[in-house]
T-cell receptor
Framework: EAGVAQSPRYKIIEKRQSVAFWCNPISGHATLYWYQQILGQGPKLLIQFQNNGVVDDSQLPKDRFSAERLKGVDSTLKIQPAKLEDSAVYLC???????????????FGPGTRLTVL | KQEVTQIPAALSVPEGENLVLNCSFTDSAIYNLQWFRQDPGKGLTSLLLIQSSQREQTSGRLNASLDKSSGRSTLYIAASQPGDSATYLCAVGGNTPLVFGKGTRLSVIA
């Protein structure tokens, strides 16, 4: 079974530029998550999709971050414009069921390391 | 607001030693607790998931326990190997998104 795929793996941009990350979850998984992991911290959920719909985006900085899940499969996360404090690893995860918040095992991708200069 | 703390932040042990990683959480109203492993430059791998009704889970050389009332979990690794070197994160699941600790960075020296 193929795992969660993410691209790019690394990205370096200057502040005020825009950037987009892509995630392809495990086939058939209903729920998709985007996390931000700042160096030395645990991951923090940015947004959770269940099929096409958003379950939780309470911690997503909506003035600069946006995300969509296309046809309930792939997802993109965009930052526009980027700030220095956005430097982090962005992790995508998926889980099979359409359960509540966090009752299911999540499978993580390798992440995208973003550096904002 | 749920807060998760992991102690120690870093640990270095000789190969073959048994070791315990600790995780504590402030709100006992949880659905489950998960332990993850993170290797440098890689994503997280789920190791064990303990439902709130369970006391422990075992997988190979790993054993995780959960004491909801005291807000604590431990991850026991038996006969540690250099391949166990990684950062171990615990995460608490409830009626909110998963809340992660900062992790314990483990080094097993051959």
């Amino acid at each position: 079974e193929a795992g969660v795929a993410q691209s790019p793996r690394y990205k370096i941009i200057e502040k005020r530029q825009s950037v987009a990350f892509w995630c392809n979850p495990i086939s058939g998984h209903a729920t998709l998550y985007w996390y931000q992991q700042i160096l030395g911290q645990g991951p923090k959920l940015l947004i959770q999709f269940q099929n096409n719909g958003v379950v939780d985006d309470s911690q997503l900085p909506k003035d600069r971050f946006s995300a969509e899940r296309l046809k309930g499969v792939d997802s993109t996360l965009k930052i526009q414009p980027a700030k220095l404090e956005d430097s982090a690893v962005y992790l995508c995860a998926s889980s099979p069921r359409t359960s509540g918040f966090s009752t299911d095992t999540q499978y993580f991708g390798p992440g995208t390391r973003l550096t904002v200069l | 607001k749920q807060e998760v703390t992991q102690i120690p932040a870093a640990l270095s042990v000789p190969e073959g030693e048994n070791l315990v990683l600790n995780c504590s959480f402030t709100d006992s109203a949880i659905y489950n607790l998960q332990w993850f492993r993170q290797d440098p430059g890689k994503g997280l791998t789920s190791l064990l998931l303990i439902q709130s009704s369970q006391r422990e889970q075992t997988s190979g050389r790993l054993n995780a326990s959960l004491d909801k009332s005291s807000g604590r979990s431990t991850l026991y690794i038996a006969a540690s190997q250099p391949g166990d070197s990684a950062t171990y994160l615990c995460a608490v699941g409830g009626n909110t998104p998963l809340v992660f600790g900062k992790g314990t960075r483990l080094s097993v020296i051959a």
